[in-house]
């Protein structure tokens, strides 16, 4: 829980300019689901929490033509990158 703590004030409280209550709860619930469903953690071997590992026997010719696009989320404040279906 401490790391979860440090964490989302380094990467979220420290960026963001909160104005109320309401605005507070939103904030916590956007890094939480990016946190859990995006962020990949080392302790996971690069996976989200709440995602499944992903297969790592790519071929190195197929990178290449992998198309990589950004949704941010909080005004900018987080950013997720995934692979174009």
């Not at 197929?62 to 997720?80: P, T």
Request: charge should be positive; hydrophobic fraction near 35%.
């Amino acid at each position: 829980m401490e790391r979860w703590i440090q964490t989302c004030r380094r990467e979220l409280l420290d960026r963001t300019l909160i104005w109320n209550q309401r605005h507070l709860l939103y904030a916590l619930r956007e890094f939480e689901t990016s946190y859990n469903e995006h962020r990949p953690h080392r302790a996971l071997r690069q996976a989200a929490p709440l995602r499944p590992l992903v297969d790592p026997r790519v071929d190195s010719a197929s990178i290449a033509s992998f198309e990589i696009r950004r949704r941010d989320r909080l005004g900018g404040v987080l950013k997720e990158y995934r692979h174009a279906a």
